[in-house]
Structures are given as structure tokens and as C-alpha cells.
């Protein structure tokens, strides 16, 4: 781990999800997988660049506060066409 004037440049995956997100190491590694938590790779090793985790997040919270009607823009509900299948779920009904 870097740390430049008491601050880490990077963190493990597992500890990035704990601390931003309390998630536990299979939740993180996949949030990382997901690309939910930004990653960088060197060789083997797996690291979370801290100040692009807290841009991503601070960006986040921006879209929220001025777009906060889109955010809780009330659920639609999308009709969907019936179809009719045969007795056994598979595939369209012969008519």
C-alpha cells in the first residue's frame, strides 16, 4: 500500500467494499468484477485506486442532488403480451 502524506492511493478490493459500502470479500470482489468498484491490476494483484472510488461516489451524489426527480421518479409498470403455451410451458399453444 502507498501512502503519500497519510493518505493510501490504494486499497484491497475487500477493504474498499467494507469501508464504502460495508460489504463483505466475496460481495466486494464481485462488486469489483461488476465494475461497481473501480480496479486496477498489477500483475496479481488487485487494487482499488482510492481517489477514483471517491470521484465515482461524489459524481454519484451529484446526479442524485440535481436530478433528484429522476431519482424518485415513481415505478411504471410496463404491460406485457399474453401469450398462450402449450400444457407443458414450452413454446407457443397449436391453435
Request: charged fraction near 25%.
Amino acid at each position: 500500500m502507498l501512502v503519500t502524506n497519510g493518505a493510501e492511493k490504494t486499497i484491497s478490493v475487500p477493504e474498499a467494499g467494507r469501508r464504502y459500502f460495508d460489504l463483505c470479500q466475496g460481495a466486494s470482489y464481485d462488486a469489483a468484477k461488476r465494475g461497481d468498484i473501480p480496479t486496477i491490476r498489477i500483475g496479481r494483484l488487485l487494487r482499488v485506486p482510492v481517489r477514483v472510488l471517491e470521484r465515482m461516489l461524489d459524481s454519484a451524489g451529484e446526479h442524485v442532488r440535481n436530478n433528484g426527480a429522476e431519482a424518485l421518479a415513481p415505478l411504471q409498470l410496463v404491460a406485457r403480451k399474453s401469450v398462450k403455451t402449450d400444457s407443458w410451458g414450452k413454446g407457443p399453444a397449436a391453435e
